[in-house]
T-cell receptor, first 112, second 115 residues
């Protein structure tokens, strides 16, 4: 069953805490992306990676970090520096950069 | 800089009514254009895409969109909506410039179809 999985579905963060969102794909896609979705704001790009061991900042990278050690995995860490982390986070992948992106089911992050 | 504007925040239609959702973009070069749909409780899915060629593109579930370069528009249409079309629709742009690997999304249009 091919696709993109994100875990957990819901995540709670305490003040000052770093949390990591998981994104895994078994589509053999080179490129992976992280977006943040806020009500009425659409999706905004946080980070993207065209290939293993390489990634670039998107429009709203401040307070976030990523790694791309394996082709299948692109975890996103929401650091304590992100002052407004409550949002729906979507991971996507594409065969190569500039090809159609396919999205995972998302993780909703809430702050306690 | 590239941007996408979706004109309507929320559209309410009765079943069998025709649908047109507006999308305008700003970008100085060649573009790839997309419509994505997010059904309640489901993840974002690709509805249709335009890369080049015929400016009238057909997607899944009877949707189509027309790329009008002179108007910088990529409006989504469906002749007769169903209750199951209730969802949020996002228009997105990918520019062709060097290093331009970013999808820029509009803010979305919520469609509510009344049975």
């Amino acid at each position: 069953d091919g696709g993109i999985t994100q875990s957990p579905k819901y995540l709670f963060r305490k003040e000052g805490q770093n949390v990591t969102l998981s994104c895994e794909q078994n589509l053999n896609h080179d490129a992976m992306y992280w977006y943040r979705q806020d009500p009425g704001q659409g999706l905004r790009l946080i980070y993207y990676s065209q290939i293993v061991n390489d990634f670039q900042k998107g429009d709203i990278a401040e307070g976030y970090s990523v790694s791309r050690e394996k082709k299948e995995s692109f975890p996103l860490t929401v650091t304590s520096a992100q002052k407004n982390p409550t949002a729906f986070y979507l991971c996507a992948s594409s065969m190569k950069a500039r090809q159609t992106q396919y999205f995972g089911p998302g993780t909703r992050l809430l702050v306690l | 800089a590239q941007s996408v504007s979706q004109h309507n925040h929320h559209v309410i239609l009765s079943e069998a009514a025709s649908l047109e959702l507006g999308c305008n973009y700003s970008y100085g070069g060649t573009v790839n254009l997309f419509w994505y749909v997010q059904y309640p409780g489901q993840h974002l899915q690709l509805l249709l895409k335009y890369f080049s060629g015929d400016p009238l593109v057909k997607g899944i579930k009877g949707f189509e969109a027309e790329f009008i370069k002179s108007k910088f528009s990529f409006n989504l249409r469906k002749p007769s909506v169903q209750w199951s079309d209730t969802a949020e629709y996002f228009c997105a742009l990918e520019g062709s410039g060097a290093g331009s690997y970013q999808l820029t999304f509009g803010k979305g249009t919520k469609l509510s179809v009344i049975p």
